[in-house]
């Protein structure tokens, strides 16, 4: 925690923009390991939630010219209403089926957005104002990383609370979980709306941040590395999906000059963690951890024989 | 309310239909507060449909299910689990990702008990089931009779519960176990006064266990009575014995 509040000090503009790039997808990947993860829904339409809420916020401030707060809360409410319908209407799908439909939504928000050019400005994408006036990378680093510590608390106090208890339930044995008088229909819609609410308001930053907003944001790739994320970092810890996105940004910008060899590379350490440590990284720094205790073990052990 | 007793459990001519299959055909029963009701049948004779329409999870296509004297029969299964039945599958349904204890907390912290209250209540309970050496395990490393055993003492930490339906609560068990089973259906009935409906295939434990059996056959009852009235049955006889 300390490092990330002091480490803009020591790296260069590009790297603080890096980072705080990594710190949103921190957070969408903590979002989806909520949903994805806990829960079991296999939504493909988690990135989607970001895009409508960077759209909804950037025309807020650009054609109605609201104030950056009421773009914002726009953004946050546009996704919540939209995810309030999405989820009643998976609330009887799961697996391959919820996956089906939520990417088919991903595709009809992303059309859409292409196509209504007059208003979204389409392809070209569309010009989102900077929050802070400058385009330093600076202020935006602590302002993600402030959103990145906020989603990690409000996570970690949803899934310590009996709600937590009720998601787990749910991904193990939903009739089980109704059947001990768990309102499954009402959690599950809450998984599915917090999530995405909190997507909203992140993509709504994003978009203040980064400036240019475009369909791209949606598409499906930025959905499958959300996933890749958490799936390296370690899906349903509360640290894996953090600790995923922020060291796979940083991997991928340190192998910047391979090009798309990094996809490669990136693909390999994938098959290798689901082969080897499907828990992904934490899984392997719990392993890593028994296999420290062990030689302490035996080392101890061994001098203990010796005397 | 007719008679002294009180009726927990009322079903009123209940038809389930699956496509063009009648697997509940105008079943009528009534269970009394405090009983242990055996509910016995062939296979394939209506015992789980039934139980799946009392608890929920399917829909009556005809007739109606009170419960304590309220209607219940299109209630959601967690509406009906709030009000008081909760039930145990044949092939145990437990959270296997959880360990025992966390499994033990949901239908408590379902029903509003504080977190503190539940453990206590799980860890008193998991002590009479002797799991309590395995309460922070997972419960997929349970084994088949132990996850038995934990989706059974699970249903007791609901302080609401009522009827206790139970799904062939023996079925491939251990002796050993079979005998906390009985131990806790006992002790629950007389302490609580907690009302059970037993479905089973172990002829010897439910006329141990049950003053009076309902024999559900193709979908309907054709008997009911202590298990020496129904054992002498011409009908039970014909239909378990396959009727010429």
Redesign the interface.
């Known amino acids: 925690m300390s490092i990330s509040l002091l480490l803009p000090h020591f790296i260069t503009d590009y790297w603080i923009y890096v980072f705080t790039v990594a710190f949103y997808y921190a957070i969408m990947a903590a979002g989806w390991n909520l949903l994805g993860g806990y829960t079991g829904q296999f939504s493909l339409c988690h990135s989607t939630f970001a895009l409508i809420g960077a759209y909804a916020s950037a025309l807020t401030v650009v054609k109605l010219g609201l104030p950056f707060w009421m773009g914002i809360l726009s953004g946050t409410i546009v996704t919540l209403v939209l995810s309030l319908g999405l989820g009643i209407i998976c609330l009887r799908v799961r697996g391959i089926y919820l996956a089906l439909i939520t990417w088919a939504f991903a595709e009809v928000v992303r059309t859409f957005i292409r196509v209504a050019y007059e208003f979204t400005g389409g392809d070209r994408g569309l010009n989102s104002p900077y929050l802070f006036k400058s385009v330093k990378p600076l202020p935006y680093y602590y302002l993600f990383l402030s959103l990145t510590v906020l989603a990690i608390i409000l996570i970690a106090l949803v899934m310590r609370s009996?709600i937590g208890?009720?998601l787990?339930?749910i991904?193990?044995?939903e009739?089980?979980?109704?059947?001990?008088?768990?309102?499954?229909?009402r959690w599950k819609i809450f998984a599915f709306m917090l999530p995405s609410g909190l997507a909203g308001i992140t993509g709504a930053f994003y978009g203040h941040y980064i400036g240019l907003i475009s369909p791209v944001l949606g598409e499906f790739n930025e959905m499958a590395m959300i996933i890749i994320f958490v799936v390296i970092g370690g899906m349903r810890t509360q640290a894996g999906p953090i600790v995923g996105a922020i060291s796979v940004r940083y991997l991928m910008e340190l192998l910047r000059e391979w090009a798309e060899i990094r996809i490669v590379i990136l693909s390999a350490i994938v098959i290798l963690i689901m082969r080897f440590f499907n828990g992904g990284l934490m899984e392997f720094l719990k392993r890593a951890k028994g296999w420290v205790r062990k030689r302490e073990a035996v080392s101890a052990y061994a001098s203990m024989r010796e005397k | 309310m007719e008679g002294q007793e009180k009726q927990v459990l009322r079903l009123e001519n209940v038809v389930r239909d699956f496509g063009g299959l009648r697997a509940v055909n105008h079943v009528s029963l009534q269970v009394e507060e405090g009983e242990i009701r055996g509910l016995i049948g062939p296979n394939g004779s209506g015992k789980t449909t039934l139980i799946n329409l009392i608890?929920g999870?399917y829909k009556v296509t005809e007739g109606d299910i009170y419960f304590d004297g309220k209607r219940i029969s299109g209630l959601?299964?967690?509406v009906i689990?709030?009000l008081g039945i909760?039930?145990t599958?044949q092939v145990p349904?437990?959270?296997?990702?959880?360990t025992v204890l966390?499994n033990m907390?949901?239908?408590a912290?379902?029903?509003g008990q504080t977190?503190q209250e539940a453990k206590t209540r799980a860890e008193e309970l998991l002590e009479f089931a002797l799991l309590t050496r395995l309460k922070n395990e997972p419960a997929k490393s349970l084994s088949g009779g132990q996850n038995m055993l934990l989706?059974i003492v699970?249903?007791f930490m609901?302080k609401k519960l009522m009827l206790y339906v139970m799904d062939e609560p023996f079925a491939g068990v251990h002796e050993s176990i079979k005998g906390i089973i009985l131990k806790a259906i006992k002790a629950m009935n007389q302490e609580k006064g907690i009302t059970f409906l037993i479905v089973s295939h172990e002829m010897t434990t439910i006329s141990n266990l049950c003053p009076k059996v309902s024999v559900l056959y193709r979908g309907g009852v054709i008997s009911q009575g202590t298990m020496e009235e129904i054992a002498n049955d011409p009908l039970v006889i014909d239909a378990y014995l396959g009727g010429q």
């Open positions: 009996r208890f009720y787990r339930a991904r193990n044995d009739v089980a979980a109704r059947a001990m008088g768990v309102n499954t229909v | 608890t999870i959601q299964p967690d689990a709030s909760m039930r599958f349904r437990v959270f296997r990702d959880m966390e907390m949901v239908p912290l379902s029903q977190r989706q699970r249903v609901n």
